[in-house]
């Protein structure tokens, strides 16, 4: 891990826990570290944090420039159409993702993370109302569902309002951080550089959204993915400042990565009610660092818990399995590219995250070669069907490696020769895999994977298990009765 980076990291944290830290200041995108050091964060840090004092300087001028154009674009997109008011009946809401670009309708009981947790919730509470974050290409018109969209762009007073925002968080920053010596001159600068950038910009706009929708609704429950993101704080944020009614429950679904402070917040604005976790191991992490939530967090288990009859192929099968950032998916493919032509006994099966068209994405980054390789298979099949047929997973910092332990796969972390981070997210478990740094390294796995006998694979299946769990109607049912207790 970088210095500068690590200093960075450890400066956010004083900076976000600090009274004078306002709504906008937890928007501000490089003070936020959801992901910790993964590479894909990290180096949209870095190409703020190396750059000199004029690099800086017309670098904030620059995005200065953009937020102009967004707001004349926001003006001429609105002329002659109606207000959004975001408005609707329902009593409780799950704020999710939309992420299947080749469907264009959303069906709930197939949701990316609340699928299992929204047929009891709708049982309990009655019809749910989903807001999106929309992560395809297709535009929101193009969608048909009754569920309402988070805007990529507002109206002209909106956006206006928005660099308001931005220009009086300059003053804090400036007269309540830099004045009072609690942050050094170029880390000023660097603030500076983010407060007017197109990220910060997207977090204050999700802030003034969320805003609006719970000043048109009574909203009574307000679900919402739990990672450390910088919306879920604006979301939290704005529910409390215009709604006190309202129950807010962060679902917590994926890992929670090594030294991820989010988790340690103490600041009630901008933490729910209460959390849902995917599996007892999270549940007890977030424990050990806040124990606020002792009895305020429920293990609900996880959609990716599933277990399936495996299959056995003609041939061994490799599951690829990159995270959805840039960095990541093309290391893992040329990694994928090396290995096929040393073995091409195997196959070697790449799974596309959901936020990457994997397809595209390759005749963008690499050569046709890749396409001619008879032992690469790009899946057009769901996570089920391909860990069926799987020998070996290669991963990095997805997550969805524990649904393949789980299924007896063996685990091959990817750790490349000039990266000291470690960004697995198996790491503090006690599941045993094997390492590799390049293609070559791959030989001994094949000669010692016997190694991985029935026992180890119960083993480490246990510990997945409790890292995802199956949906728990226990504790849900808990949560019911906490609820119940609360509204009395």
């Not at 953009?66 to 009593?91: E, P, V």
């Not at 929101?140 to 956006?159: A, G, H, P, T, Y």
């Not at 299924?407 to 094997?434: G, R």
Request: proline share 2%; aromatic share 18%; net charge positive.
């Amino acid at each position: 891990m970088k210095k500068k980076i690590f200093y960075f990291y450890k400066e956010s944290k004083k900076i976000l826990a600090d009274n004078n830290a306002t709504v906008i200041t937890h928007s501000i995108d490089i003070l936020n570290f959801p992901y910790c050091f993964h590479e894909n964060f990290i180096e949209k840090k870095e190409k703020i944090i190396k750059k000199n004092f004029f690099q800086i300087l017309l670098y904030i001028i620059f995005c200065i420039g953009l937020n102009i154009l967004i707001w004349i674009t926001a003006y001429l997109k609105h002329i002659g159409k109606k207000k959004s008011f975001y408005y609707f009946r329902n009593k409780a809401v799950i704020v999710s993702h939309f992420l299947d670009s080749e469907s264009n309708k959303y069906n709930p009981k197939k949701d990316w993370v609340f699928s299992q947790v929204y047929k009891s919730l709708k049982k309990k509470l009655g019809d749910i109302k989903f807001v999106l974050f929309n992560h395809t290409n297709l535009n929101e018109d193009q969608i048909f569902s009754d569920v309402i969209f988070i805007k990529k762009i507002l109206n002209f007073n909106d956006e206006f309002k928005i660099l308001i925002h931005q220009i009086k968080e300059t003053k804090n920053i400036f007269f309540n951080f830099f004045l009072r010596k609690k942050i050094k001159f170029i880390t000023f600068l660097h603030i500076l550089s983010s407060i007017y950038s197109l990220e910060t910009r997207k977090n204050i706009r999700f802030y003034v959204q969320f805003k609006k929708i719970q000043n048109k609704n009574k909203i009574k429950y307000l679900f919402f993915t739990y990672e450390g993101m910088a919306w879920e704080k604006m979301l939290i944020y704005a529910s409390r400042e215009v709604n006190l009614e309202c129950m807010l429950i962060g679902y917590q679904f994926s890992y929670i990565p090594k030294n991820a402070f989010w988790i340690e917040l103490k600041n009630k604005k901008y933490c729910p009610d209460y959390i849902f976790t995917c599996g007892d191991f999270n549940k007890k992490k977030i424990l050990s660092k806040n124990i606020f939530y002792k009895k305020k967090i429920f293990n609900v288990g996880s959609n990716r818990y599933f277990y399936i009859k495996k299959k056995t192929p003609n041939k061994l099968n490799c599951l690829i399995m990159p995270k959805g950032t840039f960095i990541e998916s093309k290391s893992m493919i040329i990694l994928t590219l090396s290995l096929a032509k040393l073995y091409p006994f195997i196959n070697f099966v790449i799974r596309s995250h959901p936020f990457i068209n994997l397809q595209n994405f390759i005749k963008k980054n690499l050569n046709e070669e890749f396409f001619n390789m008879k032992n690469i298979i790009i899946s057009k099949k769901n996570l089920k069907k391909d860990i069926q047929l799987a020998n070996f997973a290669i991963y990095r910092g997805s997550a969805s490696i524990l649904s393949a332990i789980i299924n007896n796969v063996i685990p091959i972390y990817f750790k490349y020769l000039d990266n000291k981070n470690n960004i697995d997210p198996i790491f503090d478990s006690k599941i045993e895999k094997f390492i590799i740094k390049n293609e070559y390294e791959f030989k001994n796995i094949l000669a010692s994977y016997n190694f991985f006998n029935k026992k180890v694979l119960k083993k480490n299946k246990k510990i997945a298990c409790n890292i995802y769990s199956k949906f728990e109607k226990k504790d849900i049912s808990n949560f019911y009765k906490n609820l119940e207790h609360h509204l009395q």
